[in-house]
């Protein structure tokens, strides 16, 4: 039961709670207008921050489920698509990893299985302006845990994935490659995959960090209050789902 009502003891549940006080005291007053603006507000509250919010994630992520990455064929390199960090000078390693982290880990795992001899590392600049790159931060952190028999070559500082690909892209025609495996969240691989795929890419899609459909297998379907989580979902499907139009206008995606 305590699981059941955590959400309306945090930020976002105290305020949906006062939105729902405030319509009741409203419409013992029978001011119905008030009442049903304070009702509208509440809505609005379950409907960004609730379940829908973590099935439309999913609907992104879904057509990415259930690979084996274990039976995935051997590739040239593995190319891992930045957005995991932001530097942090009083953490251990000088960065603080984000929700998207589970991208490192996948691609981490990939070479251990030794699908790949090549690790590519992308991203953007980690910080400010004199902040290193990801890329530059994640190999440092690979290489201090010993945990990659890969070479291992950075991007640098891109701007967007469309930046990523083509640098990428010059990567694979300088070394011959003739397929790598794409990791990256599962929400922004269609994205991913069809910037690379434009810019003739061969691609096997790996993705990691399923946050919608991780939510909704913890039982986050069936809650009824707003979190916090939910509100992330949806941005993380706006985000996505404006990117793919707005990539697909100029061009960058078919």
Known sequence: MMRFLSPLFQPLGLVWVAAVLLFLWHVRQRRWRCAFVSLFFAGLLSLGGGPLSFHLLASLERPYAGVD???????????????????????????????????????????????????????GAAGGPAAPSEGELVEHWLNAWGITNATILRLGIRKNTRDEGEHTAALFKEHGWKRVILVTSAGHMRRGEGVFRKLGIPVTCVAGDFYGMSNLEAGHQFWLFPTTGGFEALARYVHETLGWWVYRWRGWVE
């Open 69 to 123: 990455a274990g039976k995935v064929p051997p590739a040239d390199a593995v190319v891992m698509l930045g957005g995991v960090l932001r530097s942090s000078q009083n953490d251990v390693l000088g960065f603080d990893l984000g929700d998207s982290a589970n991208r490192v880990v996948t691609a981490a795992t990939l070479i251990h299985w030794r699908k790949a001899p090549v690790l590519v590392l992308g991203g």
